[in-house]
């Protein structure tokens, strides 16, 4: 069916839209690591790569192991300023050659395009995750987008190959309401695929906060006339430039409220250390608040008073586990009491996902859940609802334990086992809850650790047809 | 860091990167179209969407025309704000391609 080229507002999200007001921002971004190889950044900045670190990037340039082409270099002022005095800051946003030093990993992480109907949507579960835009204010090197953000060419479903393109208004209110007429047609479940009405759509890519306020604006009111109950935004724009969440950002979202009093905002923010968003003091430890808790960087702590004093926003953290940058339970914890206090629900830990070169950046899945585990002794039933997740190609999946005494009788376990819980399919929910257990394997990152000591496999996460769409050389 | 439009706009400006651009940095002028530096996300959408190629990363702008960097700074400061996607200018193809066109430039 034919789609209209240009989104059209309706009558009430024109009355909404003539209030938003766009803004400037000096986010202070530097891209790529050019100008740091000509001396074009700050004096302040030019040691932030040393002479020797940046001579072995440039050996790289142009080679398999090109690190700007695996993931381009990005960090903005703000972000620098923290990174100076974190070496976990420093080694989340740093290029490092360890990167492109093992390039195994899968081209579509996650498989994404077998669950894209449409350009810039994943329909997975209840939920639509939306590629709004192919960048972000500074860049993670460990990013699980990196082919969308370095626009790699993919292998499509038609047999194509091309780089992953964005959303687009029309095309995706269109969809929705497709999907959502079957489904109603039908019962409830969309005749075909099983899954439920479309209520939930992340805005993310990409960071979604880099669009400006009229960008935004069109997005939730589109997404809101098209039926959409919640809208996601997935941003770290809290930790990269906290400004954005200014005053223009909030009239925005307030008379969005006005108009769409129903529609919920789901803020989903990414923290992965307490770095990201406490004061130091000159010996690098954190400093108590004297009316509780730790000292916020001022303009992260007014963001996020500002996002939870809204009735309508949920504010939900959700982070990987990555080698060299979040591995000491000790941080995990200060992390997680600090956002629950400050209205940040701890929702998912991730292990690191089989990315190209993921290698560099992946703890073992044992070391993940132990980690998680050890972070949340001494924290409070309601700060430590983070679950562990691994996105297996058949849906999130929850490492929800690790034993150390065998299974008595059953070969295999000697060492022990970890357990799996699919907690959603990508599809529809009949297989949520099923669970996998596998002899341990201290060394696993992937699945593909534990395919030769298989206990159980309720779940179906070690068959052949997860096996076919494993990691690739 | 940012993207720049180079001398090739000057005389065409098609406006078909105004509509890609995600954060609305593009700014116009009687016959030409520029970038605020500050605002652009380096997000490349416009390189492509240019059908005369007159976008350009920073470091790789072609060193004659350098002198870009300021014009778009410069004039992205004083230039209305431009959103919409209108009629190229009517001599557009005439010009696209012609070398020297700075000095056509009207401010």
Not at chain 1, 391 to 400: M, S
Not at chain 2, 37 to 48: K, L, M, Y
Request: charge should be negative.
């Amino acid at each position: 069916m034919p789609t209209q080229r240009k989104y059209q507002p309706t009558e009430k999200a024109q009355a909404f839209l003539a209030k938003v007001e766009n803004a400037k921002y000096d986010r202070g971004i530097i891209t790529g690591l050019k100008k740091y190889i000509d001396k074009k950044v700050s004096e302040d900045m030019q040691d932030f790569y040393s002479e020797e670190e940046l001579q072995v990037l440039i050996d790289m340039k142009n080679t398999d192991r090109d690190v700007e082409a695996r993931m381009p270099v990005k960090i903005t002022n703000h972000y620098y300023q923290i990174a100076k005095n974190s070496k976990a800051v420093q080694t989340l946003v740093k290029a490092s050659p360890k990167e492109t030093f093992d390039l195994e990993g899968a081209p579509d992480p996650g498989n994404q395009m077998s669950y894209s109907p449409i350009e810039g949507l994943i329909h997975k579960y209840e939920l639509g995750l939306i590629y709004v835009i192919n960048t972000c204010s500074a860049h993670c090197r460990f990013c699980y987008r990196e082919e969308l953000i370095a626009k790699k060419e993919i292998l499509r479903e038609d047999g194509t190959v091309a780089s992953k393109g964005l959303a687009k208004i029309p095309e995706l209110v269109n969809y929705i309401q497709e999907h959502n007429k079957l489904v109603e047609e039908n019962g409830g479940k969309h005749p075909e695929t099983n899954r439920e009405k479309l209520r939930e759509i992340l805005m993310s890519g990409g960071d979604a906060m880099v669009l400006g306020n009229k960008n935004l604006a069109e997005w939730f009111s589109a997404l809101a006339d098209a039926g959409i109950e919640s809208i996601r935004l997935g941003t770290k724009e809290l930790a990269f430039y906290p400004d954005r969440f200014d005053r223009t950002f909030f009239n925005m979202v307030d008379d969005f409220h006005a108009a769409y009093p129903e529609v919920q905002l789901r803020v989903m923010v990414h923290f992965n250390h307490p770095d990201e968003f406490l004061q130091k003091d000159d010996n690098g430890n954190y400093i108590e608040n004297p009316e509780g808790g730790l000292l916020w960087i001022e303009n992260t702590k007014h963001a996020v008073k500002e996002l939870a004093d809204r009735k309508f926003i949920i504010i939900e953290n959700q982070a990987p586990f990555i080698k060299g940058i979040n591995e000491d339970p000790n941080d995990i914890r200060i992390m997680q009491r600090e956002l629950k206090r400050n209205r940040i629900n701890n929702h998912y830990f991730f292990c690191g996902r089989d990315i190209i070169g993921h290698k560099a950046f992946n703890l073992t899945i044992e070391d993940a859940w132990k980690l998680l585990n050890d972070s949340q002794k001494g924290l409070s039933g309601v700060e430590a609802s983070a679950r562990l997740s691994i996105t297996h190609y058949l849906g999130k999946t929850e490492v929800v334990a690790v034993t150390n005494e065998p299974i008595p009788g059953i070969p295999g376990t000697e060492n022990g086992v970890v357990i799996f819980k699919l907690l959603r399919g990508t599809a529809d929910a009949k297989n949520k809850g099923q669970v996998a257990i596998v002899g341990r394997n201290p060394e696993a990152i992937w699945f593909s650790g534990y395919e030769d000591r298989v206990i159980i496999d309720e779940a179906g996460l070690f068959t052949e047809s997860m096996k076919e769409t494993s990691s690739v050389s | 860091m940012a993207f720049v439009v180079g001398e090739n706009c000057i005389n065409c400006k098609h406006t078909s990167c105004v509509e890609v651009c995600p954060v609305n940095c593009f700014y116009e002028g009687p016959n030409f179209l520029v970038i605020n530096p500050d605002e652009c996300i380096d997000c490349e959408e416009c390189v492509p969407a240019c059908p005369i190629g007159a976008i350009y990363s920073e470091d790789d702008l072609p060193e004659d025309q350098e002198h870009f960097l300021d014009i778009n700074a410069e004039l992205s400061d004083i230039w209305p704000q431009i959103t919409e996607v209108k009629e190229a200018l009517p001599d557009a193809d005439k010009w696209d391609g012609i070398e020297g066109k700075l000095n056509y430039l009207e401010r």
